[in-house]
């Protein structure tokens, strides 16, 4: 696609400095800028590459004065970084309101309805008593099983796997290769050594607003249901386990896992690679740094943890001092030991 | 689907209190019960719940007695919990054999051969010379690549990739988007600080009863066999490597990784994002707690391990109690040297 | 595929000693060799499988003797495991060459072009403006977006899902289920406690010769690119965030995690489950052992990290053994405060 400058400043309610016709049709980083792409100068750090870039047009903020000469033509917004922004998601939506219609070959049953608006990929497989709400975009390869339930606004990208009643809210978005609704891990041990596999018949819930990365797995409740509120955030690779329930607006990082019935209160936010006891009640605002290990819950709300097995990160911070004091320590007491001994 | 309640009693060798001809069509948990779902009171704890529910039958022990007034029938039973677990069973076993025959498109090799009783979801791939046994369930988005061998009742659920030269036994499950049989890590180091690829020519090969999580990844061997005994159970994002082996009826759980050629004994339990060191061979029954990094095994069968660099949990946890004394004991040193400066 | 021991002798510039019209039709280490299969003995540890192995031909040095006596055929070699290693290679490039052509039905976009010797599974999808080079293998189930670009001699296994405008150099290997170009995991925090989702716009970029492991996930930049340096070789299951950059030749182990923004030197060593932070620059030739949580970089080229903060490993190894001797610690400051005391 590409815009004019023009077309660009009216859709920011910009002002011009330079050739209104040129024609842009790419976004780049100011020092990565070249001829037919359009950038932003937001913090004077990096002013000096204005005088450098090969970007045709530059947005910057309306009492932005340059202090040398520049090539690019420029377009003066209230705040350049919020109108980059809004750039990028207009440019977005333009992107994925291209993709539309039913490809094939595909394969819907005939009992799932599916809203207008919506772009099913080829090789997508929507099985009997699925419905899908309007606007939602289903990428090549998706597999949604018997009586799930997809709200409107919804952008499932190719591969995901979606399990039987699965119940999506409204502008959700399902990154590629994530698997919803898989068994949770629950097995009898047998007096033999064996085990039985305990029949998950529970779904998993998702409300309205929620991003789930892929390759991220989302086990179904063993009864009732594994629920992500609205507006969580989820990264890549990261495990939730069956009958696990995550509070509103929580984000949680890349490969962190959460084990079965772990309940995680609204806004928090858990780094990459945590894990998370099952059965334990992670209150609101808690936020855990990466790698931490968290085996109980914390007992107030808005809590820093880190380390495992996690502690409040204060204790964490003065107990790592001491652990890399600990050769010092270790020198303390040989003195007093001679000292004493010398002493007898 | 939808049962009498007077079907659901004769599945389960129960008596009947309450109108036998009502219909049921879900599991529910005797607290989340509403009309036309069953559910059951195992535990006394949970008995308010009975005079509350808007369950439309729940499943008692029959020495149980009612304190107040209820709704629900009630199906008297031997065992309350156990029945329900034979239900969801049930439930289970007619879900999975309503899936029959062969979708289209698919694409079957000429040369593969399929057992009786088989379903084969639209868009699956088998190549040349696979051959797979009766009773198999293979989901849509399945690729199974040539000279694979998969036993009877089996489940592949949809997205499994599984690379040539697989086998697997009979009564395995394997779960959506997991990869088995990719190339082992290797890569030989050269002068110049290229990596030459080391080809990868084994292949994986799984036992009986045997489940794989969502999203997990088994290496083929390099020569020779990546071996997963009979009865493992392992959980979504596991990681096994190249020539690992795993004893029957260990059990591994989320997020895992076991490097390349370590042996796992059997009846091991393995928590969630424990690293396993390659080359190592880790004694039967030994337990490993969650994030646990294991380098060196133990000497003996059924050590509980826990920590990184992974010891024995009881002398992990003295060490953590010491660690957390350390602030502690930098006063008590701190009042030794003043008292010995004052004796000076 | 079936070879005599001549065939094989003369690919390896070897000579025969018994008899060479005998045929092999596999691979196998020396102690699990059956008729029919070939194998090496480099290692002379190994050397007593030569006498009671069943495999039909046996790889030696040529300066080997043997001891006692011996069934198989042997091949003399100057490097026995360099010659079975060459053996491998070219069985690989064989099975590689049998797959050709598209198979049906694929989806590939009339503004897709395809270079020669390419192999396309069925069910695959290669979207508009796609450039694909020469001898290009795209197995089953694979999505390629928009106007993505891929080099020469690469290989791309089953399920893997490329987003739009990604850039895949040539010689590369992607596994299968790896999920390249999802969305970085950026959230604007707003005032009510909700996230607005930053549009990710920028892509991937990976150079050549680059190995990526199945369900691995990378991400793409907001702005620019996600670049994965030539020669760089990553394992099963691991997490790149966006705008990351990998140095050349660098290796990295399964389940390990680089957030947003890092950027990672040439000929690194990152071992498995490790967890970088994001923002930090980690020089040339730094080794990072498993599990470790770098959320510093070191000062220096080739430093050995490990731990949680990771420190330098030799560090970490002093501090671990304080760790251990705490136990010890704590006795000795009880035996100096009673000693004390009994002195008062």
Chains 1, 2, 3 share one sequence.
Do not use: W
């Not at 003066?76 to 039913?102: C, D, H, M, P, R």
């Amino acid at each position: 696609m590409e815009f004019t400058v023009e077309q660009i400043a009216l859709m920011l309610n910009g002002e011009i400095k330079g050739d209104k016709s040129l024609k842009v049709s790419q976004l780049a980083k100011i020092e990565d800028g070249t001829e037919g792409s359009i950038s932003f100068l937001a913090n004077l750090k990096y002013e000096h590459f204005l005088y450098t870039t090969q970007a045709t047009a530059v947005i910057v903020d309306k009492t932005f004065e340059p202090k040398k000469e520049y090539s690019p033509c420029l377009i003066l917004v209230e705040n350049a970084y919020s109108a980059f922004t809004t750039l990028l998601q207009e440019y977005q939506k333009i992107l994925a309101n291209q993709k539309k219609g039913i490809e094939q070959p595909s394969f819907i049953s005939n009992s799932a309805t599916i809203g207008e608006g919506e772009y099913i990929g080829a090789f997508s497989y929507i099985a009997s008593n699925c419905k899908i709400g309007k606007n939602v975009k289903i990428y090549p390869h998706v597999t949604i099983l018997e009586a799930s339930i997809i709200g409107d606004d919804c952008t499932i990208y190719s591969g995901v796997k979606i399990y039987p009643n699965t119940h999506i809210g409204n502008h959700c978005t399902i990154h590629a290769n994530a698997v919803i609704g898989a068994d949770g891990f629950g097995f009898a041990p047998q007096a033999d050594g064996t085990y039985q596999t305990i029949p998950q018949l529970g779904n998993v819930l998702i409300e309205d607003y929620v991003s789930i990365g892929a390759n991220a797995t989302i086990d179904r409740a063993t009864i009732g249901s594994t629920i992500i509120r609205e507006g969580v955030k989820i990264d890549n690779l990261v495990q939730i386990g069956h009958n696990v329930e995550i509070g509103k607006n929580t984000v949680i990082a890349a490969q962190t896992g959460v084990a079965g019935s772990a309940k995680i209160g609204a806004n928090c936010m858990i780094g990459g690679q945590v894990g998370i006891n099952g059965h334990i009640n992670i209150p609101n605002k808690t936020i855990a740094l990466g790698q931490s290990g968290i085996s109980k819950a914390p007992n107030k709300e808005g809590t820093i943890l880190s380390g495992t097995p996690a502690t409040e990160n204060i204790d964490y911070l003065k107990t790592q001092a001491l652990i890399r004091k600990l050769p010092a320590t270790e020198k303390r007491l040989r003195e007093i030991e001679n000292k004493l001994k010398s002493n007898e």
